[in-house]
């Protein structure tokens, strides 16, 4: 009698259509909606995730704002892709970004072609929607669960509901209009007001690649080089140019050749920008062409093979590197990327170096360091405080420094990829996807998936061999406030003599992101370990000026430990930048203890 009463809960269970999970009666995620996937945002992000969940069986709208797909890569004309490669040549980012990749024809591709190629793999999946040239309303909220959205289609609104939505807006608006926390910009590195330039690509025709080629293969910068498609240099020519605005900068050239031999080129950087104001965008695009009507002219009169060029258009959109850093499930860090480390929950595998781009006070941007690859956490994808949501691209769960490597298109679209399989897992499902995070078996099954689709997906151990240096801990400390560049080699120069500027941008710099009053600091051109040692004393409330009395008054307050005393025996003595560094670095824990 039991085993029958057994058998028929089974057929019933069956027949209804419930899991073993959550009842579709007791929360419907999937009741009632019109489709199991919307996809709000026409970058190649957006595309990637709408296609891989319409290959994965979902009904799938895909919105875009534009009148056409690619955003950034079509509209904003950046078409020389940031490729990902570990150091052994790997290409880290397969499945739906190679497949893009081999139909455009590689790292430099033709606009037009993009544009069709985007189309293409969309229109090719019969279970998808399109709506061009619509724009958010709002975001159709229960609490604290997005079940769909309001668009302006047609001069009208329009309502459309789903299982699972997909950010995949360069901004994160979506997110931030349902309420997913975020900073801005470098604002979780006490730089509120950091504003990275943007770009404005230009096109221009008449350039003579032949002689283009000749001279950047033969030049005597190692750093620059051309191919048949694409050309990367004139660092001299580009800093060289005088801007008539201010606030823009010439810097060397990315150079991207067009099927009918026009070339586009991506060098003019624009400050002053508030990338999240569409007037503002509008104007700085108007500054850039203006400024255009000088660079032209001198690119004619110091650029080999720019002799006939003429000015044939720009960009209907700016390039814009950062604007809002959601706040995920797991946030990657610049100690992720930068110590290559796997994660067993990766959705995609990065290996961009951290690129940073000047602001309006600097001449020239930095490299923080460059990793060989890192796992990219499904939690970076998966939004806190709002149910129903993923959020792929640069606006991703990535620190400020650690986007510098992450926000790159190759990086996005594999995660715009993974979004897609995970919607899919928990629509055939009936889960939240917030759910799947932290669920083994739910992320193994996606990494199965992706790995079927194409996806690079592969484990790894590579730890950098400065993580065995014994001044490593203060490293990271004060590389994760942006205050440490390691370059494309990674060296710190722990090993070197501590220079004057090196430590008075360092300390100075440290104390002004922690907003505390304080003179600026001053050492001599060789530096001795009583001038470093006096101005952190002091700055921590020291009153005796005596070298011992103040390294005794710092190993009080467990700035100086065992191991850093040992560095600090003698005041003459010029010190390492090493030493330096983990000095300072106690200083910023023991500043920020309280808080």
């Known amino acids: 009698m039991k085993k029958l009463l057994t058998l028929i809960l089974l057929v019933t269970v069956i027949l209804s259509g419930c899991s073993f999970g959550r009842q579709t009666g007791e929360n419907p995620v999937n009741e009632g909606v019109d489709y199991d996937i919307i996809v709000y945002g026409g970058e190649p992000e957006g595309v990637a995730a709408a296609v891989s969940a319409a290959r994965n069986g979902m009904k799938t709208l895909l919105i875009c704002e534009d009148e056409a797909l690619g955003g950034l890569m079509t509209l904003g004309w950046l078409n020389f892709i940031d490729i990902c490669e570990g150091r052994d040549g790997t290409m880290l980012t397969g499945g739906i970004f190679k497949e893009f990749y081999d139909k455009v024809g590689g790292t430099a591709f033709d606009i037009e072609k993009a544009k069709s190629v985007f189309l293409e793999m969309v229109e090719n999946e019969p279970t998808m929607d399109l709506k061009l040239s619509c724009s958010l309303v709002e975001p159709i909220m229960e609490e604290k669960e997005i079940k769909g959205l309001v668009i302006e289609e047609n001069s009208e609104e329009a309502s459309y509901t789903a299982s699972v939505i997909i950010d995949a807006t360069a901004d994160a608006d979506l997110a931030a209009a349902a309420g997913v926390p975020y900073t801005f910009a470098g604002e979780d590195i006490g730089e509120k007001d950091r504003q990275m330039g943007v770009t404005l690509v230009f096109k ?11 001279y950047l293969e033969n030049d005597d910068n190692a750093g620059t080089g051309a191919t048949e498609k694409a050309a990367w240099g004139y660092t001299r020519e580009g800093y060289g140019y005088v801007p008539q605005d201010e606030l823009m900068r010439l ?41 255009l009507e000088y660079i032209v002219p001198y690119l004619r009169e110091t650029c080999v093979g720019f002799e006939n060029v003429e000015l044939i258009g720009t960009a209907e959109q700016l390039y814009v590197r950062e604007s809002r850093h959601i706040i995920g499930k797991y946030q990657l860090t610049i100690d992720d990327v930068l110590e290559n480390r796997d994660r067993e929950d990766k959705i995609a595998i990065g290996g961009y170096p951290v690129d940073v781009q000047p602001t309006a006070t600097q001449t020239y941007g930095t490299v923080i360091g460059s990793p060989d690859r890192y796992a990219i956490s499904y939690g970076c994808i998966v939004p806190l405080e709002v149910e129903n949501l993923l959020v792929v691209g640069r606006s991703a769960s990535y620190t400020s420094l650690a986007a510098g490597s992450a926000r790159v298109i190759p990086n996005g679209m594999a995660c715009g990829e993974a979004a897609g399989v995970a919607g899919a897992y928990a629509v055939n499902h009936d889960m939240y996807v917030s759910e799947i995070y932290g669920n083994d078996e739910a992320i193994g099954d996606i990494q199965d998936t992706l790995k079927k689709q194409g996806a690079y997906l592969e484990d790894f151990y590579l730890p950098e061999a400065v993580m065995e240096h014994w001044a490593y801990d203060g490293v990271k400390t004060i590389r994760a406030l942006g205050l440490l560049d390691g370059g494309y080699s990674n060296d710190y120069g722990l090993d070197n003599e501590l220079g004057k500027w090196k430590f008075q ?40 000026t005596d070298y011992a009395a103040q390294v005794a008054y710092l190993q009080n307050l467990g700035v100086i430990d065992e191991e850093l005393a040992a560095y600090y025996t003698d005041g003459a003595k010029r010190p390492l930048v090493a030493e330096t560094i983990v000095l300072v670095a106690n200083a910023y824990d023991y500043l920020t203890a309280d808080k």
């Open 505 to 544: 941008n360092l300390y100075n710099k440290l104390l002004d992101k922690l907003e505390i009053e304080h003179p600026y600091y001053e050492v001599s051109d060789e530096p001795t370990c009583a001038e470093i040692i006096n101005a952190v004393a002091v700055q921590l409330g020291a009153e005796d």
């Open 251 to 291: 810097r060397g050239f990315n150079i991207a050749r067009q099927d009918n031999g026009d070339v586009l080129i991506n060098a003019l950087i624009i400050f002053g920008v508030d990338v999240l104001d569409e007037e503002s965008k509008a104007e700085g695009i108007i500054r850039g062409q203006k400024e």
């Open 204 to 214: 221009l025709a008449g350039v003579d690649w032949d002689e283009v080629v000749d």
